[in-house]
């Protein structure tokens, strides 16, 4: 079977009216936070849509201390020092990038805005970032380096029941030159994601009164996805018929991960894939050194937004301890709650060498397709710039746990 969908899926969508455009940039152009393309986004898209990016699992305290570990922290600023030239590039898995961030995996971004995962793509490569497209993306492997050329590319793989399956996927990368490849180790099972399940976004998918409703309430996004068709998971082609569309696969993330997967498989995929690879999903510092004997390149401390295990720590708090662990042997990279200039700062001052961003990209993307990515990854940069000037910091080498101080318990 094709690597591609059916010929309606084999361009870009057509493009909205002129006066619709205008109407997208206007918006764009006064959101002035993440949070602000989040309020279009929850504006635009259907609840079962916007909660399915923006949720976690049981009573999301994961979720919220992601964001409660940031606010935590103090930059302490310095003064008299000469801010006039700020440099934000650094070296990622040995390449220069603009700013010390990568774009994290997201799926079923088709939802959100048709072929959201190229969208994205482009807006990190014109930023001068690479781009992690996950294996639940509806934009297949080969699409997205056909039609994202100029950026540098990460592929992160789910280990599947169907283990010939995964290395047919993780092969298609290597074919398709991807730099990076990222395996992901913290989905044996699903997390229970509640707000799905109260928006009857589950497997298999049922039209319900209460669905229908919240569709039909959004007419802008049905009118997109009548013009670009049903968003396909276009990597699961020939996996599972049943997971094809999004919409069957939302709520039942896990169901098709292998809970076998162990440190040995690890491995052998280590032996097997020649380039740059990461972990993804590391909490524990035992883990991370594991991880490093195994001669990664780089891991992604990260409770998956959340979305998981409920009752994880904050991605930040954890980080500390897995710096010291592995004793600068690979990269790291932290994810979850990064919604700021100032958040960059503070993970890199705790010992992380970039960030991963997903959920401000979706917002961007959903509010306003390849522009929206672009502005969400302008707004981090010029408050990254801005945090950096105000605080006496010159350059991204000269972050260290010096510019911290704590905050006083509030």
């Known amino acids: ?25 206007r918006r764009l152009y006064h959101a002035y936070s993440i949070e602000s393309l989040r309020d279009i986004a929850q504006r635009t898209l259907p609840r079962a849509v916007f909660d399915f990016y923006d949720g976690g699992a049981e009573d999301e305290s994961t979720l ?29 898995l040995g390449k220069p990038v603009s700013m010390p961030l990568a774009v994290a995996p997201t799926g079923a971004i088709g939802y959100g805005w048709p072929f959201g995962d190229v969208a994205i793509a482009r807006a990190a490569g014109a930023a001068g970032l690479p781009y992690a497209l996950p294996t639940s993306s509806t934009s297949s492997i080969e699409r997205v380096a056909r039609e994202a050329p100029h950026t540098r590319l990460w592929f992160q793989s789910y280990m599947l029941r169907k283990r010939d399956f995964t290395m047919g996927l993780i ?58 068709g049903m968003p396909v998971l276009e990597n699961m082609l020939g996996f599972v018929p049943d997971t094809l569309h999004t919409s069957t696969i939302a709520s039942s993330v896990g169901k098709n991960y292998d809970p076998a997967f162990n440190w040995d498989d690890l491995a052998r995929i280590r032996e097997v894939w020649p380039r740059r690879m990461l972990v993804k999903g590391v909490l524990h510092p035992d883990d991370a050194a594991r991880v490093a004997d195994l001669g990664c390149d780089g891991l992604v401390v990260s409770n998956h937004g959340g979305r998981q295990l409920d009752g994880a720590p904050a991605a930040l708090d954890a980080l500390p301890a897995i710096v010291q662990a592995v004793s600068g042997r690979l990269d790291i990279l932290v994810d979850g709650g990064v919604r700021r200039g100032a958040d960059i700062v503070k993970a890199l001052a705790l010992g992380a060498q970039a960030v991963m961003v997903g959920r401000p990209l979706l917002y961007g993307v959903s509010a306003g397709g390849e522009a929206g990515a672009a502005r969400a990854l302008f707004l981090l940069r010029e408050e990254l710039l801005r945090t950096m000037r105000l605080s006496g910091i010159a350059s991204i080498g000269d972050i260290g746990p010096h510019v911290l101080a704590p905050f006083a318990a509030r």
């Open 1 to 25: 079977m094709s690597h591609e969908t059916a010929s309606a899926h084999g361009a870009l969508p057509p493009s909205s009216s002129p006066a619709a455009s205008a109407r997208r940039a």
């Open 64 to 92: 919220k201390a992601n964001r409660a570990a940031f606010a935590r922290h103090a930059i302490l600023p310095r003064f008299l020092v000469d801010v006039s030239r700020i440099d934000t590039t650094m070296n990622l």
């Open 171 to 228: 092969q298609r990368a290597r074919d398709a030159d991807y730099e990076a490849l990222i395996i992901t180790i913290d989905m044996p099972t699903g997390g229970k994601r509640e707000r799905d399940m109260r928006n009857d976004f589950g497997l298999p998918f049922r039209f319900s009164a209460r669905n229908v409703l919240d569709f039909a309430s959004r007419p802008g996004w049905v009118a997109r996805l009548a013009r670009s």
